[in-house]
């Protein structure tokens, strides 16, 4: 399945090397500026027959812009003479082009020539293999030196570096220099993401050349009709990408380059100056719709720069449909507390006295029912089972009462049962004084 999904990607990112020759011929896209004098390195060979070799080397190789070609680094074999006689004959400089999977030349060569001043191209034959030989006649004076002047260009082939050997007389002197281009990686291309969802990838850009780049784009593409022919069109998908912390929201449009494809410019113009880098964060949400069309080919980088690992620009999306909504089933609580407790009857004197009058409230809460679902305003539906904050305080506040009426209910009918016990008492007094009267008559 990795295997599938990066081989879906890299068709995709092919397609973001086509557009990115096409920008360079119609003068868009990345603008290059070398250093004005590019650092070198030095490699002495040992002397032999009377003649010793000396190497200034670029102290590295970057690669050509698709479309545009950089100017070649100089290399400089210089011949010098050690033992007072001279020397006249060939200096051979050899360049071999080092790296995985290099099987011809891919070198573009040029020499100086002293009686024209002027740089002239070294034929490079498809025969050559991965070595290109170039043999210069020198005439060294006694004592004095000559030099043998190249320019080289790794032109757009991703290479490890060159290697250089020079030879004359018997002497020779080694040297290699790497081969520099900007590189891209990227997370987040190869995932399952739910339609809805936003999906957010992110990539990091950096410049390991001393090369300045201006004027880099970063595109985002979706090949969108799978084998089954459906297809999706810029409705289908929301592009986003994080500039200054915030989210902007990204052009999509049909994308001839990609067939049945839509692309973004996600970042239009960067700036990546040498020994820099920039981190890049976009992110993209499918509408349900997308989950037909399965995987669905993925592409992200810069265009008009030559990125020696195309994996890492090129993923696969499975989209899921959005998950139907759970059914939520209405519970309906009615909790109920009715606790009585009876007050001694006022129709017994005895108990009347003796006990104390008491009155436990009786309430019944209102009847609690599931929320269901609703529509907001703007259609969007709000989650079910979720009470609202104004029905919550008026039950509250209706319980409140209650509870606040039964204590008043209760110290009323105390206040009653304590009046008319006074009563039957002064009652009961008063018939006592009666049957004394009548005893002393």
Request: proline letters at 9%.
């Amino acid at each position: 399945m990795l295997a599938a999904g990066l081989t879906a990607g890299l068709a995709v990112a092919g397609a973001m090397t086509a557009e990115a020759a096409a920008a360079a011929d119609d003068g868009s896209g990345p603008v290059a500026t070398p250093p004005a004098t590019p650092a070198v390195q030095t490699v002495s060979g040992v002397a032999a027959n009377g003649v010793q070799l000396t190497l200034t080397l670029p102290r590295q190789l970057p690669v050509d812009l698709p479309g545009r070609q950089l100017a070649g680094r100089e290399i400089d074999v210089t011949a010098k003479d050690t033992a007072g006689q001279g020397y006249t004959g060939a200096v051979d400089t050899t360049l071999t082009a080092e790296g995985g999977g290099v099987t011809r030349m891919p070198l573009r060569v040029e020499r100086y020539d002293a009686d024209t001043a002027d740089w002239r191209p070294v034929p490079v034959g498809p025969a050559v293999g991965t070595s290109l030989n170039v043999s210069v006649q020198v005439a060294v004076p006694a004592g004095g030196s000559q030099q043998v002047r190249l320019r080289v260009s790794p032109g757009t082939t991703v290479l490890d570096d060159v290697k250089v050997a020079a030879a004359a007389n018997g002497a020779t002197a080694v040297g290699t220099a790497p081969v520099t281009e900007p590189t891209f990686r990227a997370d987040g291309l190869t995932a399952a993401v739910q339609a809805g969802t936003p999906l957010v990838v992110t990539g990091r850009l950096a410049n390991p050349t001393d090369v300045d780049y201006a004027h880099v784009p970063v595109k985002l593409y979706l090949k969108a009709c799978p084998q089954t022919g459906k297809c999706f069109g810029a409705a289908d998908i929301k592009l986003e990408a994080q500039v200054g912390g915030s989210w902007q929201t990204v052009p999509v449009d049909a994308d001839p380059s990609v067939t049945g494809g839509v692309s973004g410019t996600v970042f239009p113009d960067l700036a990546l100056p040498a020994g820099g880098s920039v981190q890049l964060t976009a992110r993209m949400t499918l509408n349900s719709g997308t989950a037909a069309v399965n995987p669905v080919p993925l592409g992200f980088g810069p265009i008009g720069l030559t990125i020696a690992d195309r994996q890492s620009t090129g993923g696969t999306l499975t989209v899921q449909p959005v998950a139907a909504p759970t059914p939520t089933a209405t519970s309906t609580t009615s909790p109920s507390a009715t606790p009585s407790d009876s007050a001694s009857s006022p129709s017994d004197p005895a108990s009347s006295a003796t006990g104390t009058p008491t009155a436990t409230p009786s309430a019944t809460p209102a009847t609690a029912t599931a929320a269901t679902p609703d529509t907001a305003l703007d259609g969007a539906p709000v989650a079910a089972g979720t009470p609202s904050a104004s029905t919550g305080s008026a039950s509250a506040t209706i319980l409140v009462a209650a509870g606040l009426f039964a204590v008043c209910l209760a110290l009323v009918l105390w206040f009653v049962l304590m009046k008319r016990r006074e009563r039957l008492a002064a009652a009961a007094a008063g018939h006592g004084a009666d049957h004394d009267a009548d005893d002393e008559v």
